[in-house]
């Protein structure tokens, strides 16, 4: 099983795709004018705009829901897997791609948007929506809709779960069944509760636990300061092939930088649009300002935070292409979560190793109940016109049992079978959001000229020529029914 699958990521993560995530980053980036620099007070600004309806989430709720799918085990311990295999030049490459990636969720997210539908009472849009309605393409869509089905409800859950229980047994020794047990109970009882419930769950927790974990590690940092610019020095040679100890790895610190980045921040991966879609806002390009600014506390903040933990203390590992040692900070500690757990714990002792557990528990859990968001969203789009409204039970069965299960998995295969699922997301959107690009950029480019005018920009997609985009054409034709009511009212 191990075999085939490390075959099968061999083949979706080859360099092909490394490459493809960067430069869509880059393009993007080029082509808006570097908006991840030129608009953050805006995304700043945006984050805490606007209010939940009926219908849509608050533009923090959405952010908040989509942190919770960022926010995982990839901070903690996918971190500690790039510094163990590609040194710690893989920390400047993750910080690559959450730079370049910015302006990719901001595609993405601002597509989610523009193609997003009302089921139920309720936003509902992504990838599988933004490729039908966007491209024309139902196969391709549907493609993705079963990939991410699979993925999120699936394969993503195992990883997630795996590493809490992991965490726990090595913090305070519980046993891998009563965690299980302890995660059944409380995902079923948000996920049972509906979208408002997991917004209001991911808008409680996500901030806490983002903030809690940052401040320890900038204590920890604090403590150390003096070794803080040797440390940033380590990093940037390391990146570029400079450094004497970690020269040889070169390619494996760009490989597993930008690996971990992509899973732990995962923009263009096509998970972010999913939550953004529920927004209630004015405007696409709005929660696409916000979504852009999520890839930064993921990675810029919470992932850094985890890497500044691990290298200014020298609790860390470098294993070669070989297998062999480079540098050996901690011993005797396999790469996971018991890996930075056993880290703080030496520099922390009594408090380090429950501190990660705790970390784990709410980072890695709310990733689970965002999976089951974006699973049920695709379900979903597949069932609009079927009505099959089992499906969704049958969901909740399954990703509920993948947790539960996937307590009792390897680290190993649960981290590959991860892979797999994110990068078949990757694959398939990365290469709709660029067939799509210009309808983003038409998003921006008019969300720039009415602030520019000093307006609240307003969506109109006729008037950009944008097709399909159903739900904003209603949205303007009721506004407009509305305003020449209010006129003949006056006239009258």
Known sequence: MNDLVSTINGIIWSPALIALCLGVGLYFSIRSRFLQVRHVREMIRLMFEGKSSEQGVSSFQALSMTLA????????????????????????????????????AFVESTLGQVYKEQINNQYRGGPAFYIEKGLGMKWYALTFAFATVFATGLLLPGVQANSIAEGLQTAIGLDRNVTAACLAVMLAFIIFGGVKRIATFAEVVVPFMALGYILVALVIILMNLERLPEVMALIFRSAFGMDAGFGAILGLAIQWGVKRGVYSNEAG????????????????????????????????????????????????????????????????VASGPGYVQTALENVMPGFG????????????????VAYYYIAETNISYIDRHAKYPWLKFLLKAAIIAATVYGTIKTADLAWALG??????????????????????????????????????????????????????????????RRKAGKVEKVVG
């Open 353 to 368: 190793a429950i501190f990660v557990a705790i970390a784990l528990l709410f980072f890695a859990f709310t990733t689970i």
């Open 269 to 332: 991966q096509g998970t972010g649009p999913h939550a953004s879609s529920a927004a209630e806002v004015s405007h696409p390009a709005k929660q696409g300002l916000v979504q852009g600014f999520s890839v930064y506390i993921d990675t810029l903040f919470v992932c850094s935070a985890t890497a500044f933990m691990l290298l200014i203390t020298g609790q860390y590992n470098v294993e070669g292409p070989d297998g062999k040692a480079m540098f050996t900070g901690v011993q005797g």
């Open 419 to 480: 892979d797999i699922g994110v990068g078949l997301m990757a694959w398939l959107n990365l290469i709709a959001i660029l067939l799509l690009r210009n309808v983003a950029f038409k998003c921006l480019r008019d969300y720039e000229a009415q602030k520019a005018q000093g307006k609240d920009p307003q969506f109109d997609p006729l008037a950009l020529g944008i097709k399909n985009a159903d739900y904003w054409e209603r949205r303007v034709i009721e506004e407009g």
């Open 69 to 104: 799918g960022r926010v995982g085990t990839g901070n903690i311990a996918g971190v500690a897997t790039a510094i163990t295999f590609g040194g710690p030049g893989a920390v400047f490459w993750m910080w690559a791609v959450a730079f370049l990636g910015a302006s990719s």
